[in-house]
């Protein structure tokens, strides 16, 4: 199966900050991989696809990007709005596999 | 507007079977690989079963694997996951989610508990 290593695990920051969660995979998944935001009590909803393509209705502050193995999720200028749960997911092969899930809190 | 609905959670006893739905609207089932995914309280999410778009096959996580099964009924827009012999590990959310189109979509989520 293919792990993927998600980090951190929890963070704090303030408004306007920059921030970048991050996921490992531990086989080649090329772009095949998701990120996620899920706020408390919601389903979760799609941010970027492919790795570094915005979903529909997303704000342009987040982005995705990848370096060999490391996939990252970056919000550029924090909003209130963002505090959240993200969660990355690879679609490369079955068992499809997710990361442990970031809670992202607001200092 | 797409929408998935999932029913048919509860609480039952461990060893006993329950069936869940989701019916989509708004977008061409048919033509969509489907699939369920959980989350046990205050943990991440877990990836259970899809299927493809006509049915021809599935795949589980080794966990459910003769446990669960996967269906879906397309001419009634329906995704089903029969769910036996369940055990306590099991409980949690579950939401059914168009596997086609990258996870675009997803449901609000059925909880089931299993517990005596």
């Known amino acids: 199966d293919i792990q993927m290593t998600q980090s951190p695990s929890s963070m704090s920051a303030s408004l306007g900050d920059r921030v970048t969660i991050t996921c490992q995979a531990s086989?080649?998944?090329?772009?095949?991989l998701i990120w996620f935001q899920q706020k408390p009590g919601k389903s979760p909803r799609r941010m970027i696809y492919y790795a570094t393509n915005l979903a529909n209705g997303v704000p342009s502050r987040f982005s995705g990007s990848r370096s060999g193995s490391d996939y990252s999720l970056t919000i550029i200028s924090l909003e209130s709005e963002d505090m959240a749960d993200y969660h990355c997911?690879?679609?490369?092969?079955?068992?499809?596999?997710f990361g442990s899930g970031t809670k992202l809190e607001i200092k | 507007e797409v929408q998935l609905v999932e029913s048919g959670g509860g609480l039952v006893q461990p060893g006993r079977s329950l069936k869940l739905s989701c019916a989509a609207s708004g977008f061409t089932f048919s033509d969509y690989n489907m699939a369920w995914v959980r989350q046990a309280p205050k943990k991440g999410l877990e990836w259970v079963a899809t299927?493809?778009?006509?049915?021809?096959?599935?795949y589980y996580r080794d966990s459910v694997k003769g446990r669960f099964t996967i269906s879906r009924d397309n001419a009634k827009s329906t995704l089903y996951l029969q769910m036996d012999s369940l055990r306590s590990e099991d409980t949690a959310t579950y939401y059914c989610a168009t596997h086609g189109g990258s996870f675009a979509y997803w449901g609000q989520g059925t909880l089931v508990t299993v517990s005596s």
């Open positions: 997911l690879q679609y490369k092969q079955y068992p499809l596999t």
């Open positions: 299927i493809i778009y006509d049915g021809s096959r599935t």
């Open positions: 086989q080649d998944i090329g772009n095949n």
